[in-house]
């Protein structure tokens, strides 16, 4: 006795289930410019290595005998998969089948592979593209009642945060349960001219008197720009290559710790363009970001959120190998000043390093927080004491370079200063209180006033504490650790990342 027809049985179901919503609607698919669910995993994940799980649940037609009559895929598809040889779970919304609204199965699906991920502890991607499992008006009709709402399996989307790296690609317009998908991740990308967000769509508000396109409602120049999602893709290849980058820089879960990757760059190595990187000149701006190319491997960097809270810069990068996490002051935007947007995004940062247990280095070059009544009806000191709060809460290892300006609060924000100060200071270091600009008139009234001359006597002034803001005066009294040649920055904090890793061993 045999079960070879079973295992036909088996074959033809599964068969089925890569048939999606078939043929027509995978074709409208196509034509959108889009790839199918199966297409993206295929893509996401290294060649041959996708083990579907529920690969033939869904709605199964039966005739009036009980006998198999036909099979509707379920439109949540998800399993195991390798990233760069490393296992990963990978889902992804099929909208070819029912336009990604939801049916039993998917609740089941959904929470089933959330929870995978946590107990295994391996990295989850959501590729949504739809409700993402949500419901729909008339599958309200066709159930009969309606009920009060819920997310089935939303505690294991917490636990996850808490747990594993969390990757959210959106891949077609996202409303509802799919938009909250898509935030509630670690890192987050959508596609730019494919990609629409919203916790409800142009329909709903219509409804409500505003008549939008989708992109016009939440296309990628909204979400991309107030920090609702991270990142913006040209294509969804592109997209699925952020998800890897992303992911090569983190452990598995909060329990393990990042891989090193072989060296291809001498930690010696010292690059001659960084002694004249900043500017004598304190209103002048500099590249940042290119002073952060010099420091760190060749071709490490990797910058996450660049388009929302613009004046600071987080990112990923290597030091001799080892990956760590990336804080600077960008000065070509607002000189570099906190808004309340800023301290968001590094807030958020500094958790994420913390959770997977990243060493950070911060490029300090912080004139303080944003000043002015924009900054202030946004609450920027809310926000950006929030951010302070968890530098100081960070327990990961710590170190800063301060090209430039750290003044006032936000300024002291670069570090726990309760700690061991891993710090060092380029000779451009420019700090205190408040900067001197636009103070001395203040401070120095009464002798301008009597002076025969106030511009000279001002001039003098200028003069003199110039001499007293110089970081050498600083250094003598211990106040700034070690100040260096901005060519010995690379040797120094390799020498750091060394140190680092006993610690966090």
Known sequence: MSWEKEIEELRRREAQAEEMGGIEKVARQHARDKLDARQRLAALLDPSSFREIGK?????????????????????????????????VATADDFTV??????????????????????LRLPLIRMIDGTGGGGSVKMLE??????????????????????VPVVSLALGPSAGLGAARVVASHYSVMVRGLSQLFSAGPAVAAFFGEELSKEELGGV????????????????????????????????????????????????RRDDSLICAVPKDPRHAYNMRRVLTSVFDQESVFEM??????????????????????????????????????????????????????????????????????????GVIRYGVSAMNAIYKARVPWASIITRKAYGIAGSAMSDHTRFQYRFAWPSGDWGSLP????????????????????????????????VRSPFRTAEKFSVEDIIDP??????????IHHAQRQLT
């Not at 029912?98 to 107990?119: L, Y």
């Not at 909204?222 to 820089?249: K, M, P």
């Open 56 to 88: 033939i649940a869904g709605r199964n037609h039966y005739d009036e005998k009980g006998d198999f009559g036909g099979f509707s895929a379920s439109n949540f598809i998800f399993g195991r998969g390798l990233i760069n040889s490393a296992p990963v």
């Open 98 to 119: 029912r336009g990604g609204a939801a049916d039993a199965s998917v609740h089941r699906k959904f929470e089933q592979a959330e929870q995978m991920a946590h107990e």
């Open 142 to 163: 066709d159930m009969g009642f309606t009920y009060v709402p819920y997310v089935p399996g939303w505690q294991h989307v917490i636990k996850n945060l808490e747990t």
């Open 221 to 268: 120049d909204i979400h991309t720009r107030n920090g609702v999602v991270d990142d913006e893709a040209e294509s969804e290849e592109q997209a699925f290559e952020f998800c890897r980058r992303f992911l090569s820089y983190l452990p598995p879960s909060r329990f393990g710790l990042a891989a090193r990757v072989e060296p291809t760059d001498s930690p010696e």
């Open 305 to 378: 959120g660049r388009r929302w809270g613009r004046a600071s810069i987080t990112a990923f990068a290597r030091l001799d190998g080892w990956p760590v996490g990336v804080l600077a002051n960008d000065p070509t935007y607002l000189g570099g000043s906190w808004t309340a947007k800023t301290s968001e995004k590094v807030e958020r940062f500094v958790k994420l390093a913390g959770l997977f247990r990243l060493p950070v280095v911060n490029f300090v070059d912080n004139p303080g927080f944003m000043i002015g009544l924009e900054a202030e009806q946004q």
């Open 436 to 467: 001197l600009e636009g103070g001395i008139e203040v401070a120095y009234k009464g002798e301008l006033e009597k002076a025969d001359d106030p511009a000279t006597a001002l001039a003098e002034i200028r003069t003199r504490l110039d001499k």
């Open 487 to 496: 060519r010995e920055t690379r040797p120094l904090l390799c020498e750091f």
